[in-house]
């Protein structure tokens, strides 16, 4: 799991000290760094929830586009995974299966 360096200075200053240690341990360094980025050289698919009234439903599509996304759109609120389980179950086992 890639953790930004900002998210990560953040997660070091509001744990609890074990906690922040037991989390080093399994990242196994203070900072995890992958070069390049995924979506700009691997497939990625992309649901666009209609409804959604917490991410404008444009700027979805304006980010699924510039990744290349395969594009899937749903009248949905913001979260698709609840109110239309198995279209996203069906997109997760299309983008396995690619």
């Known amino acids: 799991m890639f953790i930004g360096v900002t998210t990560w200075t953040l997660l070091q200053q509001c744990l609890h000290p074990r906690i922040h ?12 760094y992958v070069p390049g980025t995924a979506w700009k050289s691997k497939p990625s698919w992309y649901i666009v929830a209609t409804n959604d009234r917490t991410v404008q439903p444009e700027l979805e599509r304006f980010v699924a586009k510039r990744m290349g996304a395969t594009i899937y759109e749903v009248a949905s609120s913001h979260v698709p995974m609840l109110s ?5 179950i069906d997109v997760i086992r299309t983008a396995a299966n690619a």
């Open 84 to 88: 239309n389980p198995k279209l996203v």
């Open 21 to 32: 240690e037991r989390l080093k341990i399994h990242a196994h360094t203070d900072v995890a």
